[in-house]
């Protein structure tokens, strides 16, 4: 389906109402789904498309994923949520995950954004020089 700039321009406006503090309000992304279905303007279909695909990006950049090669102490972790929580925003939601073949090292992704500090990322980074 393709998304006229109204439609864009709408989406945005709806995001922006369903903030609250600059965070993602899920009651009031549900409130407006309802009232847009409701009121059935025109295009609203390309609308609630749009407006979806933008929710699911801000969730997205709201999530962060730490994969490290062993168990992270107490203090490790919090210094990490720290640090992300400082350089991302507040609100951000930390998940930590043992992945044994990074070796040594961390992987942060973050949305879209990976940050690779692993010992296998740095091997594999080295193979491909050679």
Do not use: W
């Not at 309802?34 to 295009?43: D, E, N, Q, S, Y």
């Amino acid at each position: 389906m393709k998304i006229n700039r109204q439609a864009r321009s709408d989406a945005k406006a709806l995001l922006r109402a369903c903030r609250d503090n600059g965070l993602l309000d899920e009651r009031r992304v549900r409130d407006a789904v309802t009232r847009v279905i409701a009121a059935k303007p025109r295009g609203y279909a390309a609308v609630l498309a749009h407006f979806t695909r933008l929710v699911k990006v801000d969730i997205e950049r709201r999530t962060a994923v730490v994969e490290s090669a062993t168990a992270l102490t107490t203090e490790m972790s919090n210094q990490i949520s720290a640090n992300l929580g400082s350089r991302h925003g507040a609100g951000l939601q930390l998940s930590f995950r043992i992945v044994p073949e990074l070796i040594g090292g961390l992987r942060v992704r973050v949305g879209s954004n990976i940050y690779d500090g692993s010992v296998a990322g740095r091997l594999a980074a080295l193979s491909e020089t050679f």
